[in-house]
Nanobody, 128 residues
């Protein structure tokens, strides 16, 4: 088991910024690729960004490209999602997830079925 914990969500005005954090309680994220997902009630979960340190790979969904940045601290314990120029359509419950990095070939993936461990989510609400 890998207990993931997200933090950093909240209420922000349109155009504002938030930084989400994803950490593993009592464990390192070193062997894992990390993905960020979000979900709005009644809609499928959307993969928005991922990071693989081993493959030096980052990816972004078109909906967030140029506004969101994924990064990892040097200790390998926390992955961040910097979200700039937030818009009302970014309102969602945001999750981080982890998968075994050794399963990847060329780059990290944004498909939720590939991820084994999930956090409980942190709510992001953007007001217009």
């Amino acid at each position: 088991q890998l207990p993931l914990v997200e933090s950093g969500g909240g209420l922000v005005q349109s155009g504002g910024s938030l930084r989400l954090s994803c950490a593993a309680s009592g464990a390192t994220l070193d062997p894992y690729a990390i993905g960020w997902f979000r979900q709005v009630p009644g809609k499928p979960r959307e993969g928005i960004s991922c990071f693989s340190r081993e493959l030096s790979s980052t990816r972004y969904a078109e909906s967030v490209k140029g506004r969101f940045t994924i990064s990892r601290d040097n200790a390998g314990n926390t992955v961040y999602l910097q979200m700039n120029n937030l818009q009302p359509e970014d309102t969602a419950l945001y999750y981080c997830a982890a998968m075994d990095e050794s399963l990847l070939i060329k780059w990290c993936v944004l498909e939720e079925r590939e991820y084994d461990y999930w956090g409980q989510g942190t709510q992001v609400t953007v007001s217009s």
